[in-house]
Structures are given as structure tokens and as C-alpha cells.
DNA sequence: GTAAAATGTTAGAATAGACTAACAAAATTT
DNA sequence: AAATTTTGTTAGTCTATTCTAACATTTTAC
């Protein structure tokens, strides 16, 4: 059996290592908001339940268990969020918080239901992958909107953040997801982004936010 | 701020006051599968936060604090129980333990968008009144089928168990809400009771599900 | 290649929620 | 009304999850 709070920890072990490749003691308490000895301790007992690989002084891993208990909790999440921005019409905005108490839900038949109605969806509405039913997810390279050049053009595929401020933000500016954006300029001294796409034209984006948005050619 | 678990406690304690008028630590511990001392300090702990009014040995009272909030979450967990029989396409068999647990999410949001997608229902799959937005509940007064005499021709109105268990042996029988129920016979020494309805006729219920079985006339 | 800084670990304490054992009060039986 | 049974309370323990303070190791800087 895995806790809640367990739940909450497998998942920011396999989000982070997604992001950095290996995980240590001290992003991992940033990442959940606890001291670091709170998160050591947990890693001690995850170890024990054979889902993390913890040696002193070395950096955590996720043993295959563990990936797949993560994987299915980032599943739950992920489908709960496109079930409600697509069955009930949430904005993509509202969603994260939600999908983060539906996520431990203990229903195989709430989750499938929702994989059903939705169709079988890929992707949540923030492009990421949707893991399937052995928690294995598909590994898409995105490219960061920081990293194309100027009259490139591309699509808008996914975003890193799914926190409602930066939603909102983004919602104002009437991006969304699929966008076709064509980059005009790109300001040398803060790699801020002048950009065309739909309706608007020369938005400028700061690199703090071009870093969250995830692109395909 | 109330924890999960105190919200299952004043929940109870809203369900056993309507069954009993009076609430005692037994029955509430009973019902909630734990010891009594632990729901006793329980108590203590839900009357510092004015949700319940404690006095040693005299029976469990809810303030109007502790009903309401007792209320909102019975809201909750009908409202979800509606939108997964409605809108998901589950048997009404199958929601109560699902419900269980979504009644906890902290989302006025979640639940105000069940309720407009649902169309303000006044009542959950199990013909159970849903509260209103103030955790006010109607006590409609049905009779269960027991009270019923040989002869009477009444509509089964709602059901007082939402166990899996009981509500397949009704699906077996197709008995649905709804249902409008005729009385042939009632076997004086067990009060069985033979009663015919919709493409069923000389069914046989115990007296442990007529008692079950609310109706109106 | 030490010294300083960053990171990780251990030990001990706090809170929530549950338990058992022992005791106290109230209700019921005879 | 005294004895018995039922019900309620208190005290102390246990586990999960968190914390702070102190100490240890590793990494980085000079």
C-alpha cells in the first residue's frame, strides 16, 4: 500500500528526473515545500517498499516499481485533467489543482471510465503525455521556444508550467496550444521574443516565459 | 480547517442523528469501524472547533456549525454520485464507494460545475435529497415498503443502503426506482412480502430489503 | 589541497489519529 | 435498591508525517 503522501513523493521523484536526470535530497524537499530531513526519511521508507534505490550520499532513483507507481499516479492526474477541461469545460487553467487531490483516487474503473469517454487521449491539455496503463510514458523532445532563431516557424506543442498564473497569462495573450508562432525578433540583451501568430502580432515574450513553452517544426 | 477524517466523523454523526434523533459514542464508533475512546477524544477535539456540542455522558449534538458542514459534504458525495451514474455512465451499484472519496476535493468549483451539468438535481441515484449550497437538507418522510399492507400500489421512492451488495440483488430483480410496486401477499411469520411490478411478477422480497425500500403512495 | 559552502544524515520532539487497559458513570435486571 | 451490564472516560502507547538542531560528508573555491 502507498500513502497518499508517498504518492505525492514518487511523483516528484519521476518528475524531476525527467527534468535533471537524477534527483537529490535538496530538490526534492524544495520541489514538495519540506525540510530536506523530511524528504531523507521518506526516501529511507520508500527504499524499504522497494520503490526508490537510496544509498547514503548518492543521488535517488526510481527502481522500476517505483516508476511504475508513479507513472500511474501522473496517468491518474493527466486523464483527470482532460476529462475536465473536455467533459466538463474547465478552462486548461483551473485544472491542476484539481487533478492533484483526483490523482489519488483508488478506482481502476473511475480512471478507465474517464480513458473511455475521453476517447483514449495521448496528451493532457497542457500537451503533455499521458502515461499508459503500466505508468510507461512517452518521452517526446520538445524543443523550448528559447532555443529556435529568428523567422523560425513553429508549433506551440506544450507547456512546462500548468500553474493558473501562467495559464492566465497566456489565455490573455489568446495562445494556446497548436499555435502557429513565427519568431520576428529576438532581443540580444534579455533573449526576450517578438512573435506573430493567429490574430496577434509582435507580442514580446520574455525568455522567463519563451522557457516554458515547448515547440515542434 | 477540517481534516478529512473529521469530516467522515461529522458526517456520521449527521447520518446517525437523522436515523436516531440522538447520537452516543457507541453507535458512532460502530458505524465508523473504530474504538470508542478514539471517537470519544475525537469529539472532544470537534466541540473545541464548535462543530459539536460535548458534555460527558450525555448524548453527541452537531451545532448548526457542524450540520452544515456535515451537510456540504453529504452534498458533495450525492452530487458526485448523480454525475457518475448521469453523465459517466456508471450503475448506481457502483458510485457510493467512488463517491466516498471525492466528497473530500476542495473545489467549490468542481462541484458547482457537476451541479450545472446535471441540471440542479434535488436528488442522488439512490432517490437520497441532495443539500443545498447551505448544507440544508429537505427530510422528505417516505414509508419503507415494510409498513406497507396486502393490496397497497405504491412507488419505491428510494433506497436507505447504497451497498454494492444490496443494490445488485435489486438490479437482479430489476427493481428501479421509480418502479411502481403492487402488493400480493405478506407472509405473517418472517413478513416476507410477494409484491409484483413493471415485467415482474410474485417476486419474493425478505422483510430485511422491504425494510430497505422507501415509498410513496 | 585546504577552507568554505553546499548537501546529506542522525537524533529527538511535535501533532494527528488510532489503539488497549483500566476505571467511572449510567442504565438495566432481578 | 443492589448487582450486573452497558456505556463513557482517562491515561498511556503506537505509527505516520512533519519539524529543528546538531553533526557528517561531498563539492567548490581559492
Known sequence: MVSLTEENYLKALL?????????????LSKHLGIKMP????MMKKLAEKKLVVYESYKPLRLTEKGKKTAGLIIRKHRLTEMF????????????????????????????????ELLGYPK????????????????????????HCNVGDVVH??????????????????ELKLGARLRILAIESFDKSMT????????????ALVCEKLLVTL
Open 195 to 206: 512573435i506573430t501568430y493567429d490574430g496577434r502580432s509582435d507580442e514580446v515574450l520574455s
Open 15 to 27: 518528475s524531476l528526473a525527467k527534468e535533471k536526470g537524477e534527483v537529490n535530497v535538496t530538490d
Open 38 to 41: 523530511t524528504a531523507n526519511s
Open 123 to 146: 496528451f493532457d491539455p497542457h500537451g503533455s503525455p499521458i502515461p499508459d496503463k503500466n505508468g510507461k510514458m512517452e518521452w517526446i523532445s520538445y524543443q523550448t521556444l528559447t
Open 156 to 173: 506551440l506543442a506544450a507547456v512546462t508550467n500548468s500553474s493558473a498564473e501562467f495559464l492566465k497569462f497566456l489565455n490573455a495573450r
Open 84 to 115: 475536465l477541461v473536455d467533459k466538463m469545460g474547465f478552462g486548461w487553467e483551473q485544472v491542476h489543482e484539481i487533478a492533484e487531490q483526483i490523482e489519488h483516487i483508488h478506482s481502476q474503473d473511475f480512471f478507465e471510465k474517464m480513458d
